[in-house]
């Protein structure tokens, strides 16, 4: 149907219609536009990223030191090193439990939060908390909780369980554990809010629909809502995987410091004690290139698992 616009005469025309060189002054306006953002992401973005490549391939020991070609001896000293094959199951780990839990937890904390239940508002800033907390300040909080005096220790104790306290972060087998506890309660709350935005959207009719049927919240929530949302997810979990990663070098350093020996290493935290620490510039941007590696296949294999099928 055309709209027509009437003129002061009194007669209607129809709207005018842009001509094609309008039209393309208005592209170029929008090109000019957006350089800048894009010079910004070449230079910072894309040109680290290039570094990396470059650096991997350079015996770089310290950054006043001489540097010389190395082409591919990092890749043979990086793969002939038992720690760095620790910090890769150690990252696997890590990964194939933290990012599941997560994703499925917030997920169901999110509809819970989406049905609008008593207090909800509340609930949804309760939730949010330890987004709100500095990543110092969270480290501080579990170091308190699980230091051989504290808070975890105490209650085991009290409740006559005395004989499973532990040095909880100065433990081989639980160091891990405690890093990826702590990806857990950092994490799940924010993405459930993400989820409550998203499933807020969702319109209740489709929900009701599937109650009037016989569903109940269960089968609603995984069979109705889950596919109508689920690009959604496979967004959310790219991300949460991505900050899994490349964010767990932070809660090493701040609570193991990958330890004790490398049974708390991940890839991530390698990458900075290499650079950092050992000054050895060329190992440790031959592990970031295979950080990089991973992270490329695994947001393919996320984004092809969670794509829509309709």
Not at 86 to 98: C, G, I, K
Not at 197 to 212: F, M, N, T
Not at 229 to 234: L, S
Request: glycine share 10%; charged share 10%; with cysteine.
């Amino acid at each position: 149907m055309t709209t027509l616009t009437p003129t002061r005469g009194g007669t209607a025309l129809p709207p005018p219609v842009p001509s094609p060189s309008a039209a393309r002054r208005r592209r170029e306006g929008g090109t000019i536009l957006a350089v800048p953002a894009l010079v910004w992401y070449l230079v910072f973005m894309v040109g680290p990223m290039a570094a990396i490549f470059v650096v991997a391939a350079l015996h770089w020991p310290g950054m006043l030191q001489p540097v010389t070609f190395a082409g591919l001896g990092n890749v043979r000293t990086v793969l002939d090193d038992p720690v760095f094959w620790e910090a890769v199951r150690n990252t696997a780990v890590q990964l194939a439990v933290a990012l599941p839990v997560m994703i499925t937890c917030a997920y169901m904390l999110g509809y819970y939060v989406a049905q609008r239940p008593p207090g909800h508002r509340v609930v949804r800033y309760l939730l949010f908390v330890p987004g709100l907390i500095s990543t110092p300040a969270k480290a501080m909080v579990f170091y308190a909780a699980l230091s051989p005096d504290g808070l975890a220790n105490g209650a085991l104790k009290a409740v006559g369980l005395g004989s499973l306290t532990d040095a909880w972060l100065a433990s081989p087998s639980t160091a891990l554990g405690c890093l990826i506890a702590l990806d857990l309660w950092s994490g799940i709350g924010f993405t459930a809010v993400l989820f409550a935005a998203r499933l807020s959207s969702v319109p209740d009719e489709v929900g009701e629909a599937a109650q009037l049927d016989g569903a109940g919240h269960w089968r609603t929530m995984w069979r109705i809502h889950f596919p109508v949302i689920r690009d959604y997810v496979g967004v959310v979990t790219m991300l949460q995987f991505l900050w899994t990663l490349f964010g767990s070098a932070q809660h090493v350093l701040l609570l193991t410091q990958g330890g004790p020996g490398a049974s708390s290493t991940t890839l991530s935290f390698l990458v900075y004690q290499k650079a950092f620490i050992a000054a050895d510039l060329g190992y440790s941007q031959t592990v970031g290139v295979f950080l990089f590696l991973i992270g490329l296949v695994g947001l393919l294999l996320i984004r092809r698992s969670f794509r829509q099928t309709h």
